[in-house]
């Protein structure tokens, strides 16, 4: 059985860091990405960043490039989201999902990657104080 579980989400004040975690299993082979998405109230889900667990490109929405990294440790299957000088529009609930076997076009096109995501995680609530 496939599962993805997030943790790392909080409150934090504007300007504040958080790191969020996709802890994988059930995937047996490296050929996978993991994209990260976030949910506002009353509004659709949103791609923000997705990268190949094998390595090469990675791919961000507009609105967090330069303050949002993504980056994976194969040593426990964990695919990290850092998320640097946070902002209160930066409030959601955050997701990541996987999408196998692994086509950079669909991680490359961040608006759409969601629907082309083969299983999802929970989420993680994170809120961003003004």
């Known amino acids: 059985e496939v599962q993805l579980v997030e943790s790392g989400g909080g409150l934090v004040q504007a300007g504040g860091s958080l790191r969020l975690s996709c802890k994988v299993s059930?995937?047996?082979?490296?050929?996978?990405?993991i994209g990260w998405f976030r949910q506002a109230p009353g509004k659709e889900r949103e791609g923000v960043s997705c990268m190949g667990v094998r390595g090469g490109s990675k791919y961000y929405a507009d609105s967090v490039k330069g303050r949002f990294t993504i980056y994976s440790a194969k040593s426990n299957k964990t695919v990290y989201l850092q998320m640097d000088s946070l902002k209160p529009e930066d409030t959601a609930v955050y997701f990541c999902a996987a999408d196998t076997p692994y086509f950079k076009e669909v991680c490359a096109e961040i608006a759409t990657m969601k629907w082309y995501m083969d299983y999802w995680g929970k989420g993680t609530q994170v809120t961003v104080s003004s």
């Open positions: 059930g995937l047996t082979f490296d050929d996978y990405a």
